[in-house]
């Protein structure tokens, strides 16, 4: 069973808007949200994350929102830029390295 | 601080070979994660070593294994090959020493094509 969901493969958004890529969970025991970005034939590389005792995590133009009772995870861009333009994956994780990723969303941003 | 770095980026074997893919971490990370990227699947979790030990496995059947020598360098390896093993292979490292909120920092891969 596919215990995280980005149920949006794409989303194309203008530059200088926000980005909004959503990530829906079904285990509660998940502890550490986290995002990575990726490029084609390169590694997922790691943006922002935020754990289960807060629900804001801002770093720049990245803002990592956590709603627990609605098991929702949002990442926030603004503003939008080209170089935004990836693969977002969520990765869910409970006290070990093992991480839980979802389906992944591929935002293009459109000058 | 060098990154994550993976050998060989790319990889061609036909089916009943088996292979070996090689993982060094970033200085100073004790752990080391591997994960299979297909696009029928997404990012699956294969398996974690911590200090030469596997800490966490995946669900993914006994032909693929993998170890971890003393300077964390890793290596997984995958025998009797099958055509649906033909992926991108990523390698992670983390100091791997706290509770979950490690954040894990991944290698460009290996891609490899079963014939």
């Known amino acids: 069973d596919q215990q995280v969901k980005q149920n949006s493969p794409s989303l194309s958004v203008q530059e200088g808007r926000i980005s909004i890529l959503n990530c829906d969970y079904t285990?509660?025991?998940?502890?550490?949200f986290l995002w990575y970005k990726k490029y084609p034939a390169e590694g997922p590389t790691f943006l922002i994350s935020?754990?289960?005792?807060?629900d804001k995590n801002e770093d720049g133009r990245f803002t990592v929102f956590l709603n627990k009772s609605a098991k929702h995870l949002s990442l926030h861009i603004v503003p939008s830029q080209p170089g935004d333009s990836a693969v977002y994956f969520c990765a869910l994780t409970f006290g070990n390295e093992k991480l839980t990723f979802g389906t992944g969303t591929r935002l293009t941003i459109i000058p | 601080k060098a990154g994550v770095t993976q050998t060989p980026r790319y990889l061609i074997k036909t089916r009943g070979q088996q292979v070996t893919l090689s993982c060094s971490p970033i200085s100073g990370h004790r752990s080391v994660s591997w994960y299979q990227q297909t696009p029928g699947q997404g990012l699956q979790f294969l398996f974690e070593?911590?200090?030469?030990?596997?800490?966490n496995k995946g669900n993914f059947p006994g032909r693929f294994s993998g170890r971890q020598f003393s300077n964390s360098r890793s290596e997984m390896n995958v025998s009797t090959l099958e055509l649906g093993d033909s992926a991108l292979y990523l390698c992670?490292?983390?100091?791997?020493?706290?509770?979950?909120?490690?954040?894990?920092?991944f290698g460009p891969g290996t891609r490899l094509t079963v014939l």
């Open positions: 285990n509660s025991m998940f502890d550490y």
């Open positions: 070593y911590f200090s030469e030990t596997q800490r």
């Open positions: 935020i754990s289960s005792i807060k």
């Open positions: 992670a490292s983390s100091p791997g020493t706290g509770t979950g909120g490690n954040e894990q920092f």
